[in-house]
């Protein structure tokens, strides 16, 4: 069974940022409105993740670090909604197969908090201990006992900047949770959680990005998008600055990008990379997300529809900044 989960373990967790992903959407997932993530050595040696959230319940506790097992209802719809975040109860176990983890848990229901260890898979004993509210996980040394796998991991400063990407993309998803954002002790990131998209554009990218917005607002029968779009300016060489959500979730997509992108070159009559974050809102089944959650990549069942409606939406954006 270890080797089993050891193998799944791969699939979810290739490195410290994909523990970050998994804890921070269970803490999504689990309601809360402020998640703290504190990492040391790139995430090698130490992951920290605090929220406020609903919490495990002491019977819960163990059978959440078995493989395959989620606490979340999921019906067959579901399965084709990229709104449930992440693997289907594989997480827990996957990071436990392949690290030391300490998890301090309490339900506002509780009288007292738990803690517990698991380490190479192996579950110790729940202690009662004083928390607060909310689920902490310490994660230790990630890949202590398969050297195979940290050999292909960066150095720790490359770790901490996937990271760090990593929860600029979770903070503009979620304008609503307060993220914070710790490395070796400097504070890193810091958003407030009061719902503003452009507070957190604000807060990522500063002043200079913030004065270049123009809000984006559409809605047709298939979808919603809402966001910004940087005024055209500077060249970048790359897609970097363009951010995409769709029902929440950041997604890569070629499709959108060449969107954006060729409504920018209508305007302009030149090719640019613009600074954008759209968050597009879809009916589920116009979705296909039958891609390995870790790429991030999404089809789209109705690729022209998307395209006919984003490019002028775009566009006139762009042209009523003009006026
Ligand atoms: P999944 O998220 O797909 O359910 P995971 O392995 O990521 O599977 O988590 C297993 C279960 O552990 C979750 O279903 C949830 O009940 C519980 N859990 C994990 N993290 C938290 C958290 N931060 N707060 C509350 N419950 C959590
Ligand atoms: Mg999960």
Redesign the pocket.
């Known amino acids: 069974k270890q080797t089993i989960d050891k193998i799944a373990a791969g699939e979810v967790i290739e490195r410290p940022s994909s523990v970050v992903k998994?804890?921070v959407?269970?803490?999504i997932?689990?309601g809360?409105s402020m998640v703290t993530v504190e990492i040391k050595d790139g995430g090698i040696s130490l992951i920290r993740?605090t929220?406020n959230?609903?919490?495990?319940d002491k019977e819960?506790v163990k059978?959440?670090?078995l493989r395959h097992?989620?606490?979340?209802i999921r019906s067959v719809d579901d399965l084709n909604s990229i709104s449930?975040?992440?693997?289907?109860?594989?997480?827990?176990?996957?990071?436990a197969a392949v690290s030391q983890v300490e998890l301090i848990?309490k339900t506002p229901r509780a009288f007292s908090g738990i803690r517990f260890f698991i380490e190479d898979g192996i579950a110790g004993e729940l202690e009662e201990i004083g928390a607060p509210d909310?689920?902490t996980?310490l994660i230790r040394n990630l890949f202590y006992h398969t050297p195979a796998r940290k050999k292909f991991l960066k150095s720790a400063q490359t770790e901490a900047g996937y990271i760090n990407t990593l929860m600029q993309h979770l903070a503009l998803s979620h304008p609503d949770i307060s993220f914070q954002l710790i490395i070796n002790n400097q504070p890193k990131l810091r958003t407030s959680g009061n719902g503003s998209l452009k507070d957190v554009i604000y807060q990522i990218y500063g002043r200079d990005v913030v004065k270049e917005l123009i809000e984006v607002s559409f809605e047709n029968e298939i979808f919603q998008m809402k966001g910004f779009i940087g005024k055209p300016v500077v060249s970048r060489g790359n897609r970097n600055f363009e951010h995409f959500f769709v029902n929440a979730r950041y997604i890569k997509s070629q499709l959108l990008s060449k969107c954006v992108e060729d409504a920018y070159k209508l305007h302009l009559m030149q090719h640019q990379y613009p600074f954008c974050v759209l968050h597009l809102t879809f009916q589920g089944e116009m979705l296909d997300v039958n891609v390995h959650p870790t790429k991030m990549e999404l089809r789209f069942e109705q690729p022209q529809l998307v395209y006919d409606a984003i490019v002028p939406a775009i566009k006139e954006s762009l042209e009523e900044q003009e006026l």
């Open positions: 998994e804890l959407e269970n803490s997932d689990a809360a993740i929220d959230g609903c919490g495990i819960q059978i959440a670090f097992s989620t606490s979340k449930s975040l992440g693997f289907r109860g594989e997480a827990l176990s996957s990071i848990t909310g689920t996980f």
